[in-house]
């Protein structure tokens, strides 16, 4: 079926969205979502909730914050859980995007579970990169990765408004202070440091100006194309790696040794390294 859509695929915005937990990121994907829906495009929002470790089902359930976006008959929101899967989004998030592509969705959202280092995941999935900051100055600062500001293309304290106000511009002073410090993730590129409010709608006119010209410079100068030929080409090989451990796993000279070895390991009686050989050795 995914064969059968790819010439129909790519013609959407491919945005992720991440942050730290509080930062506002789902209420500011529903005031980005209406701003763009109100311009006639058709938004899809991909939200990646945690899992439950016990039924496996999403915990946050984003559809339920997003009740304006949701009802827009223009607007499509997917929640799904992680399911275990690492870097904060789910294993079939990059068909969900094809597909939503494929059935005529020009903005694709994809909002990850928060602000950690196995995160960057979400950018072998997008053409651009939303970093949510929320207004708490220095705090914000260490709490942000390294390396999720090096990937960031855009960054945004949200909740400036009210009281958080004046914190909110000290917090875009220090983040834009930061991002100079960092190498640029495109040539010739300066990552725009922006403040929004996506409780009273200040700020998000002008961010989603920004996205757009983002966007529309990455598909003028050709990186955009080469981008997502990179990304298929990670995909196929993450892919490879997913349905080789599966089968690891399910191969029944493995599984009726693994126990043994894991327990062996947890012992101290048999060192990691070995017990990994044994169970390739069995496989292969």
Same mark, same amino acid.
């Given at each position: 079926?995914?064969?059968?859509?790819?010439?129909?695929?790519?013609?959407?915005?491919?945005?992720?969205?991440?942050?730290?937990?509080? *930062?506002?990121?789902?209420?500011?994907?529903?005031?980005?979502? &209406?701003?763009? @829906? /109100?311009?006639?495009? !058709?938004? +899809? =929002? $991909?939200?990646?909730?945690?899992?439950?470790?016990?039924?496996?089902?999403?915990?946050?359930?984003?559809?339920?914050?997003?009740?304006?976006?949701?009802?827009?008959?223009? *607007?499509?929101?997917?929640?799904?859980?992680?399911?275990?899967? &690492?870097?904060? @989004? /789910?294993?079939?998030? !990059?068909? +969900? =995007? $094809?597909?939503?592509?494929?059935?005529?969705?020009?903005?694709?959202?994809?909002?990850?579970?928060?602000?950690?280092?196995?995160?960057?995941?979400?950018?072998?999935?997008?053409?651009?990169?939303?970093?949510?900051?929320?207004?708490?100055?220095?705090?914000?600062?260490?709490?942000?990765? !390294?390396?999720?500001?090096?990937?960031?293309?855009?960054?945004?304290?949200?909740?400036?408004?009210?009281?958080?106000?004046?914190?909110?511009?000290?917090?875009?002073?220090?983040?834009?202070?930061?991002?100079?410090?960092?190498?640029?993730?495109?040539?010739?590129?300066?990552?725009?440091?922006?403040?929004?409010?996506?409780?009273?709608?200040?700020?998000?006119?002008?961010?989603?100006?920004?996205?757009?010209?983002?966007?529309?410079?990455?598909?003028?100068?050709?990186?955009?194309?080469?981008?997502?030929?990179?990304?298929?080409?990670?995909?196929?090989?993450?892919?490879?790696?997913?349905?080789?451990?599966?089968?690891?796993?399910?191969?029944?000279?493995?599984?009726?040794?693994?126990?043994?070895?894991?327990?062996?390991?947890?012992?101290?009686?048999?060192?990691?390294?070995?017990?990994?050989?044994?169970?390739?050795?069995?496989?292969?």
């Amino acid at each position: 079926m995914l064969d059968a859509l790819l010439a129909d695929t790519g013609g959407a915005a491919r945005i992720g969205v991440s942050g730290s937990p509080g *930062a506002g990121k789902s209420t500011l994907i529903e005031a980005l979502g &209406l701003h763009a @829906v /109100a311009e006639g495009r !058709r938004v +899809a =929002v $991909l939200a990646v909730d945690p899992s439950s470790a016990r039924s496996g089902g999403s915990i946050l359930g984003d559809k339920t914050r997003m009740t304006d976006l949701g009802r827009d008959p223009r *607007a499509y929101i997917r929640p799904s859980p992680t399911s275990g899967a &690492l870097g904060g @989004v /789910a294993r079939r998030t !990059r068909e +969900a =995007v $094809l597909v939503c592509e494929a059935a005529g969705y020009d903005l694709v959202l994809v909002e990850t579970v928060g602000v950690g280092q196995s995160e960057v995941a979400v950018a072998d999935l997008v053409d651009l990169f939303l970093l949510v900051a929320s207004p708490s100055g220095g705090d914000e600062l260490q709490g942000i990765k !390294r390396g999720i500001m090096e990937l960031a293309d855009l960054i945004v304290v949200n909740k400036a408004d009210g009281d958080l106000a004046d914190a909110a511009r000290r917090a875009c002073g220090e983040l834009r202070t930061a991002v100079h410090l960092l190498r640029p993730k495109w040539p010739g590129w300066e990552v725009e440091v922006r403040m929004s409010s996506a409780l009273t709608g200040a700020g998000v006119p002008e961010l989603w100006t920004s996205i757009k010209r983002a966007h529309e410079r990455l598909r003028a100068d050709g990186s955009l194309d080469a981008l997502r030929a990179r990304q298929a080409v990670a995909a196929m090989w993450s892919e490879v790696t997913d349905d080789l451990l599966e089968r690891l796993r399910a191969h029944p000279g493995v599984r009726e040794r693994l126990a043994e070895l894991e327990d062996a390991v947890r012992s101290g009686a048999l060192s990691p390294t070995a017990a990994a050989h044994d169970v390739l050795t069995r496989f292969l």
